[in-house]
């Protein structure tokens, strides 16, 4: 039990003014001068300063190595100084790969022969897609709609009523 709960519980009013007395001594503020009091002030704002200083010290160092991390990490090849660049260290693609490239000079896509020439002999074979005409009679600009009731192609809007009505 601490000594207030003591007092308390025995009321002992001796130990309890004690007490009290104490208190009241350390909630006082104590009186200082004038001389003081501008000194305490003085020490007070010369830590914040120093204290923001620091912090604005703080915050630019870590700036800094945050942009240098980021740097870093888009760094796309690691440069060795140790491995010798030979014929046979390069990496060549397999034959039969599909390959696109992109530099300063232009993108440029590779592709196998088998697949240059499947590409060819497929491209021979499909059929040239034929170019429509408007249905309404005396048109002939190419079809842009089909109307939907009659299911004929049309031109423009007003073919497109057209069409709808008949």
Avoid: W
Avoid at 98 to 111: D, E, F, I, N, Q
Avoid at 131 to 152: D, F, L, M, P
């Amino acid at each position: 039990m601490t000594k207030r709960q003591r007092a308390k519980y025995y009321q002992d009013d001796d130990e309890q003014k004690l007490f009290l007395t104490l208190l009241s001594e350390s909630n006082k503020k104590k009186n200082l001068s004038k001389e003081e009091q501008a000194l305490k002030r003085s020490e007070v704002a010369r830590r914040r300063k120093h204290q923001s200083a620091q912090r604005a010290e703080k915050d630019k160092a870590d700036t800094i190595n945050r942009l240098l991390k980021k740097q870093a990490s888009k760094s796309k090849r690691v440069i060795k100084d140790d491995v010798d660049p030979s014929p046979s260290a390069t990496h060549l693609p397999p034959a039969d790969s599909v390959r696109y490239t992109t530099t300063t000079s232009g993108s440029h896509l590779s592709l196998p022969d088998s697949l240059l020439d499947e590409l060819l002999v497929s491209s021979k074979h499909r059929p040239v897609p034929r170019k429509v005409a408007c249905e309404i009679s005396g048109c002939k600009n190419e079809k842009k709609y089909v109307a939907k009731a009659s299911g004929k192609a049309v031109c423009s809007l007003e073919h497109y009523r057209l069409a709808e009505r008949t």
